[in-house]
């Protein structure tokens, strides 16, 4: 069911006050490089939304991705997966699944040598449309659990650290009825978090999930007079008692997701909430230019994050000069 949101002023963006920053194809914030700045501690790379598939040449593109990033000079230490690996899990039947999960596998290990952590999106799950996947539930990998073997991580969510940092992976894909979802965390993994985020200390904390906890494109959603609207996948439910939680812990930075397809940035409460495109674009085909109001997705792409040893990060978005076929 959709959502009414109306408070503007819950979104504050930048030194200027409120505000959001949508800029396809631009960066977000300039990478700190000056003399006598804070010392850079590792370079990441925030791929997300790729939605592998034969079609389109999705393979092609994926591949070119990799190259892309596996060419840049100061190339990232590790890659942070955002989730939407496959273009679709959830409705297919086990051989097709099979084949989106072989393709996306045979592609990584064909083009990028980097270590990787991943976290789970909504068309990661397999099965939970039993109808569309012919399953019945109790296949020992239904649902999350293949994605879980599929992308060798350890859990729906979990936590590691490096560099001075901790990196929490959360898993913002709820069930909600027979096959549809919601954006948000489960109580177990609410409690877990605020656990995580004690147990770091003084550390500062990195946040990684599919669905933004917060987003802003919504606000450009066509408007006609009622309140503006979006569903209950397209942001965390639970966002409220997730940013209340992180105003208690100063050492959350920053926030980083997909699922979105946009290039947005909201400052908020002193945490960075970075949604950094998508690898596919629009899901591999040219965004609309019909003269229509629309948001356009942000072009084929993906993110460089420098994280920092005084808590400070920077994010640019890269494109890799892909060409949708359509």
Known sequence: M?????RREVLEAGVVGAGMLMMPGVALAARRVQAGGAKR????????????QPELK?????????????????????VLSGGDHVMDSVSQENGRASQLWNLWKTVWKDHCTLPVRSCIGNHDTWGWDKAGSKTSGSEPNWGKKRAVEELGIPAPYYSFSQAGWK???LDTVQPMGEK????????AQFEWLGG?????????????????????????????????????????????????LFEKYPNVKACLSGHIH??????????AYLCNGAVCGNWWKKN?????????????GYALVDLFEDGTLACEYQTYGWNAVE
């Open 58 to 78: 999705g393979g092609e593109g994926v591949a070119a991705c990799l190259t892309h990033l596996m060419a840049q000079k100061d190339r990232p230490e590790l």
């Open 262 to 271: 946009v290039q947005e940035r909201i400052d908020f409460q002193g945490v």
């Open 41 to 52: 501690v590792l370079r990441l790379a925030h791929l997300t939304d790729p939605h592998i």
């Open 288 to 300: 609309k230019n019909d003269g229509t109001p629309h948001v356009n997705r942000a072009a084929e």
């Open 180 to 187: 549809d979802y919601q954006g948000g965390l489960d109580d």
């Open 196 to 244: 995580e985020l004690k147990a770091a200390g003084k550390m500062p904390v990195l946040v990684l999930s599919h669905v933004p906890i917060m987003h802003a494109s919504m606000l450009l959603m066509k408007d006609d007079g009622k309140a503006r609207q979006t569903s209950r996948g397209k942001v965390c439910m639970d966002a409220m008692r997730i940013t209340s």
């Open 167 to 169: 990196l929490i992976v």
């Open 2 to 6: 959709p959502l009414s949101f109306s």
